[in-house]
């Protein structure tokens, strides 16, 4: 009755210069996806690294809740589960916010690739219009990180601010150690 539910895909196409194989082997790090948000400042797995799904706590800045009502962060859990064609990601916040986030490498028809998200939400009707602004915008921005990051890894020599990767994004290797994986 104090809830509202809403959903919102994107899709945006991969870099012609990515291979299948690197974009799902960052799609199946959550340390990864979870870090192409600027505002997630912390995650940490809680589960058994087998258990699937995964369970992570994250700390964000909760940046679609206006800094009038709320300048702090929040901690939340995540649950991961990588899939054949990307992953699904759960996330339980307190205030009653749940969110269910599918990541998905997609071959259209014409021999085109995107990155598609889709987002399911619910929360409380007071932060409704601010979820969802901040997911329309969300999707787009991660999708671009994404993109980089996959440029990253298929084209290593190319230098990339060292600190706004996530240590798992670091310490990953070259390219040919990805598809070789």
């Not at 870099?15 to 799902?24: C, E, K, V």
């Not at 990180?145 to 298929?154: G, I, K, L, S």
Request: net charge positive.
């Amino acid at each position: 009755m104090f809830d509202s539910s809403f959903s919102y895909s994107s899709e945006q196409p991969l870099s012609r210069g990515a291979s299948d194989a690197i974009a799902l082997r960052l799609m199946h790090d959550m340390d990864v996806i979870m870090h192409l948000n600027p505002d997630c400042k912390g995650i940490k797995l809680v589960s058994d690294p087998s258990a699937i799904p995964q369970e992570y706590k994250v700390e964000d800045s909760l940046a679609f809740v206006p800094k009038k009502l709320w300048s702090g962060g929040v901690w939340y859990t995540a649950f991961f589960k990588p899939v054949e064609d990307g992953c699904d990601i759960t996330i339980q916040a307190p205030g009653g916010f749940t969110s269910t986030n599918k990541w998905r490498l997609v071959r259209k028809p014409d021999g085109t690739r995107v990155i598609s998200i889709t987002s399911d939400a619910k929360c409380s009707k007071t932060f409704a219009y601010f979820v969802k602004k901040f997911l329309e915008t969300q999707h787009g921005q991660l999708q671009r990180t994404f993109n980089e990051r996959v440029e990253a890894v298929a084209r290593p020599g190319i230098p990339r601010r060292r600190s706004s990767m996530p240590r798992s994004f670091r310490t990953m290797g070259s390219a040919r150690d990805m598809v070789a994986a």
